[in-house]
T-cell receptor, first 116, second 111 residues
Framework: GAVVSQHPSWVICKSGTSVKIECRSL??????MFWYRQFPKQSLMLMAT?????????EQGVEKDKFLINHASLTLSTLTVTSAHPEDSSFYIC????????????FGSGTQLSVL | AQTVTQSQPEMSVQEAETVTLSCTYD???????LFWYKQPPSRQMILVIR??????QNATENRFSVNFQKAAKSFSLKISDSQLGDAAMYFC????????FGTGTRLAVRP
């Protein structure tokens, strides 16, 4: 099946710094990718929809200036957490639909962000 | 607003037995998809089964099957012949325009 690669899987950073997370569709093109956030023992919450060649669509309550999303190619979307704070510590997951597989959604392996 | 409710935070099943996980959803849409995802301790999201709302026939995937009741907005997952590897968090999810997850059910499998 299709593969979505997410990198890094784990990152620790100091408060105030920025962190970039990459999400790649390895064997299919994705005009749309989704970014989620998952707190411990909770469900996945959609943060934003990444659109190739255009601006991302953010869910209500998600700060677009803090969580910068770029979808510069059909296989890569990036999420940058700017000026990270300890409350941004969370598990971030991306996903992408494969149109050749009837929009079946494939998930990356996730990134655990810890902000000190 | 679309909501997905999983009323069972935790479930337990004996190995080789059958267990059913419940899910209800609320929507005004007529065309949508429903999913069950498994999230093991690795936290990788794994698609278990998918159901198109326009299909009356319940989806099945090997030991996994669903009971889709569109009028009741119910979408339960049945796991037959439970295996130790089935232990995980299970999320019910709905999508019309965006994917919405339920709160999850943690399934334990007793050897």
């Amino acid at each position: 099946g299709a593969v979505v690669s997410q990198h890094p899987s784990w990152v620790i950073c100091k408060s105030g710094t920025s962190v970039k997370i990459e999400c790649r569709s390895l064997d299919f093109q994705a005009t749309t990718m989704f970014w989620y956030r998952q707190f411990p023992k909770q469900s996945l919450m959609l943060m934003a929809t990444s659109n190739e060649g255009s601006k991302a669509t953010y869910e209500q309550g998600v700060e677009k200036d803090k969580f910068l999303i770029n979808h510069a190619s059909l296989t890569l979307s990036t999420l940058t957490v700017t000026s990270a704070h300890p409350e941004d510590s969370s598990f971030y997951i991306c996903s992408a639909p494969d149109t050749a597989l009837d929009e079946k959604l494939f998930f990356g392996s996730g990134t655990q962000l810890s902000v000190l | 607003a679309q909501t997905v409710t999983q009323s069972q935070p935790e479930m337990s099943v004996q190995e080789a037995e059958t267990v059913t996980l419940s899910c209800t959803y609320d929507t005004s849409e007529s065309d949508y998809y429903l999913f069950w995802y498994k999230q093991p301790p690795s936290r990788q999201m794994i698609l278990v089964i998918r159901q198109e709302a326009y299909k009356q026939q319940n989806a099945t995937e090997n030991r996994f099957s669903v009971n889709f009741q569109k009028a009741a907005k119910s979408f339960s997952l049945k796991i037959s012949d439970s295996q130790l590897g089935d232990a995980a968090m299970y999320f019910c999810a709905y999508v019309a325009d965006k994917l919405t997850f339920g709160t999850g059910t943690r399934l334990a499998v007793r050897p």
